[in-house]
């Protein structure tokens, strides 16, 4: 096992070399200059949009539903362990590097979002298709469609194995079972290993209500998103602004610490910082913060070419949001948490338990209810995740195999059958595949991003233009 676990860290480390690190901030620099900085000067105009729906718009959706499905897919475990994971492996200017990689991925998303909705088409049944393969083949040419299909088998195996099912379900039961039976007192021995009672309740449950809401389509687990994600997302915000303000005096030095991290300041083993370090806290923190917000990854057009809209530009603004809320607001202040806490220094602390300890350190009420609320947020964004995935796999599938039926009804149940497995895997290995599978998906995505780069200035120019004249 660990031989397997040393093969994938490897490949790991080579799929998120410098390279693309490179090539999706290169991205995200590249469309903020086209469009004008648009995630700064329209940033309000785009969360006014967010809650308030297009009217005469043709869609499967509401924009306000298709925003809750992408971030249903992006506010999970990315947030909570992804953030602790990061700064444990990078240390605290890896959080740095995280809200660098959103401030570019807000165009990048803004991008996405608009391309979706310019180029989706609709099938024989009625239904809205849009996403990356549908940009890359009708926005590039046809002769790009390798390019498209090749994101296709990514994201599908990215929905599979990767961040859709495996992560967010071995997060899920971790949590539940440090809450219930952190000492795995109770356990019982499972394909060699030994698992608690606690884990394998924990997946059977997800697995069964992921079995009964997949199977309802995109409008199904719109329904559910619209519901549960806003209200989780007011329940963490206001348990981290508690432990912010409750330990204010400590927010200068977690900035500071964040500051010294990412440049390489901080003094280590002796002095020994430099460029290995500075590259260490960038690699995570820009490979974490794609996994949490997805930026570039091209998941969310595929839910925002659903949304009942007529203008692409208005539902790129609305997508944008949508990493402004998953990383700017959500993921930052996890990482003040853990860095005031001082958590992630702590030996044989990894994964959610960093943050589990952040909480319990911050949060001024007994360990029990601060371990509580972590765990109940961490479980229903985790659980939003899987099915939004599901949703993106979906259509990646779809467009492989010309959306046949019986295809993608047999698919559903092999993805419930990964959640069904998750709980069994090893943490490390888990997000190792996650992230590889993430960087793999980025790629012809970004390479389209960048060739249509042109028409997404084009577009954006008009729009503003109308908007001015108040003809929008």
Known sequence: MDKINNIIEKVDGFVWGVPLIVMI??????????????QVHKLGKALKYM???ESGGKGDVSSFGALCTALSATVGTGNIVGVATAIAAGGPGALFWMEIAAFFGMATKYAEGLLAVKYRVTDSSGHILGGPFYYIENGMGSRWKWLAKLFA?????AGLMGIGTITQINGITSAVNNFFDADSARTVELFGMEYTYITIIAGLVITLCVALIVIGGIKRIASVSEIVVPAMVVIYVVSCLIIIFSHITEVPVAVSAVIKGAFGLRPIAGGAAGTAIVMMSMRNGVARGIFSNEAGLGSAPIAAAAAKTKEPVRQGLVTMTGTFIDTIVVCT???LSIIMAGSYEKEGLEG???TMDAFNYGLPLPEKVSSFILMICLAFFAFTTILGWNYYSERCLSYLTGSNRTVTIVYRWIYVA??????YLTVKAVWNIA????????????VALIGLSGVVAAETKDYIKRLKEKKV
């Open 435 to 446: 992230d590889i599978f993430n960087g793999l998906m980025a790629l012809p995505n970004v």
């Open 25 to 38: 901030l290169g991205c995200g620099i590249l469309l903020s200059v086209r469009v004008g900085f648009v």
């Open 153 to 157: 088998v990514f994201g599908l195996l």
């Open 333 to 335: 202040m996890t990482g």
């Open 51 to 53: 809650l308030k729906n």
């Open 418 to 423: 990964a959640v069904f497995i998750g709980p």
């Open 352 to 354: 959610v338990m960093i």
